[in-house]
């Protein structure tokens, strides 16, 4: 069955097209968990990225399907003068980025930089499409990775896009209102990802990954050593564990969310869509029922079955899957890296160790595989006054800059998004006191330049991954057959693709 969501995919179609939800994981991350991406997503979804990700559990990254409400200080339309920025965080990332805007404001000469948080993307894009209404938009947007296609696609009423090219607008210039450009430092998956036709887009923001965390002192307890890097590693050590005398319930939990489908395609090597991943050009053809996607289907489906992997019940179930993690029900967790710092800590607070590790791959189908990126990235919106436009740039670099991107890593989990941000924490001898705050980036840093990794660009991607989310669903818990049930969801997504791109196309 198609999802409701399919007829609400241009929601700016004349007015504006966007799409009106959002992601996860990466990126989006709370306490109790979340996730951006990616995100990462909540439905809304937000990573997220993954995460976002907002992706709460709460955020994700980002998974909740009612619209919040702004927060006390977001209004719907944009404040005039002021360079107005929106983003889906209403938590410590909003108060962290409000007092980088004060900074920001205090060196610079112009209007001031105003932060506006939102629940959650749902509330922001639905806030976004009323101030396009009454003609006034914000400055600069935050959207999920997955919304990147659709941001590309959305016009005004008048035809013209309603976003324009970062990188364009940065029109090579070293600095901008004295604020030095940081967006040719970007780190590569990030990079990566967000160059489309070989520029920028847009510019990166909170990113993540999905990455394993390990209880160690419960390993401990059933006396077995190492990290898990295959798929039959994992099954090893889970039978092992779960055979010992300090088995709990179960061994490992992860959300029932496509970020993590996608991951694992990408670490195989394997494409979500045609045109190498929707890079070459236009995607028009799905590949949800591959070879990838059904194996790592088969591997989890194989994993609930004999007892060794926890389904919640509950799709999108970041906050379910982290208390589980936190509450030592589980010695395993996949999820998005944009908790780092939160897990850490529920250990350090719980009595227990926490170990960040890769996520763990099909060690029979490696080839040109990695894994990708969630969370969210700063569109810059069109037809500003040449001065708001400079400052709104500004503002994206200074955000970025080696000392800001540092500490957003820092106080959030998210990776340090700049070359120059990365060796500042290392002489700052952070990653070797704080060993599991590194693993996302080297994860990322580990996989080659490929389509596969790059990541999927397509429309109507959030419908999408509901298709793939509820098919999943519908496996792990109806024990219907993985390849058949893929079969019918390739039809159903892909029938949401096609009727996106008569749209755009």
């Not at 029922?289 to 079955?305: E, R």
């Not at 379910?320 to 944009?338: H, I, K, M, N």
């Amino acid at each position: 069955m198609i999802p409701r969501r399919v007829r609400a995919t241009c929601a700016f179609l004349a007015c504006s097209s966007l799409l009106v939800a959002a992601c996860g994981s990466d990126d989006a991350s709370e306490s109790s968990g979340s996730a951006d991406e990616a995100t990462e997503e909540t439905t809304a979804e937000a990573s997220d990225e993954g995460d976002a990700p907002v992706e709460t559990a709460a955020d994700a990254t980002e998974a909740t399907e009612a619209t919040e409400e702004p927060s006390e200080d977001a209004t719907a339309d944009a404040s005039g003068d002021a360079i107005d920025v929106w983003i889906a965080f209403t938590d410590d990332r909003l108060d962290w980025t409000e007092q980088v805007a004060a900074d920001f404001n205090e060196q610079n000469d112009g209007a001031d930089v105003v932060i506006q948080g939102y629940e959650d993307y749902e509330s922001l894009f639905d806030a976004t499409l009323l101030a396009f209404d009454q003609g006034e938009p914000p400055a600069v947007v935050q959207y999920f990775e997955a919304a990147t296609t659709e941001a590309r696609d959305a016009v005004g009423a008048n035809g013209d896009a309603v976003f324009t090219n970062v990188e364009d607008a940065i029109g090579g210039r070293d600095e901008i209102n004295g604020v030095p450009v940081v967006i040719d430092d970007v780190v590569e998956s990030a990079a990566s990802y967000y160059t489309v036709d070989g520029t920028f887009t847009s510019m990166p923001w909170n990113t993540s990954s999905s990455t394993m965390f390990l209880n160690r002192t419960l390993l401990d307890a059933a006396g077995i050593e190492g990290t898990p890097e295959t798929w039959d590693d994992l099954r090893t050590m889970c039978e092992e564990f779960m055979a010992s005398d300090a088995a709990t319930d179960s061994c490992i939990t992860w959300p029932n969310h496509s970020w993590f489908l996608e991951q694992s395609v990408a670490q195989q090597g394997a494409t979500l869509v045609n045109n190498d991943n929707g890079r070459a050009e236009r995607a028009t053809e799905l590949e949800i029922d591959s070879a990838a996607m059904i194996d790592y289907i088969d591997f989890w489906k194989g994993l609930q079955d004999d007892g060794l992997y926890t389904y919640t019940g509950t799709q999108r179930d970041w906050g379910g899957t982290y208390d589980l993690f936190a509450a030592q029900e589980v010695p395993f967790l996949v999820y998005s890296s944009s908790d780092t710092t939160l897990l850490t800590d529920e250990g350090v607070n719980g009595g227990f160790d926490v170990e960040s590790a890769f996520m763990p791959h099909n060690g029979d189908a490696t080839d040109g595989g990695g894994n990708i990126i969630g969370g969210a990235t700063l569109w810059l919106v069109d037809g500003l006054e040449e001065s708001e436009q400079d400052s709104a740039l500004a503002f994206m670099n200074f955000l970025n800059n080696p000392e800001n991107a540092a500490d957003w890593h820092r106080t959030t989990g998210y990776i340090p998004i700049t070359n120059e941000s990365v060796a500042l924490l290392e002489s700052e001898g952070w990653f070797e006191e704080n060993p599991n705050s590194l693993v996302a980036n080297e994860q990322l840093s580990a996989a080659p330049a490929t389509p596969a990794t790059a990541g999927a660009l397509v429309g109507n991607f959030v419908a999408i991954r509901d298709v793939i989310t509820e098919a999943v669903e519908d496996i792990l818990v109806n024990d219907v057959d993985a390849a058949e049930r893929m079969a019918t969801a390739q039809e159903d997504a892909q029938q949401l693709l096609e009727e996106y791109n008569e749209l755009f196309s």
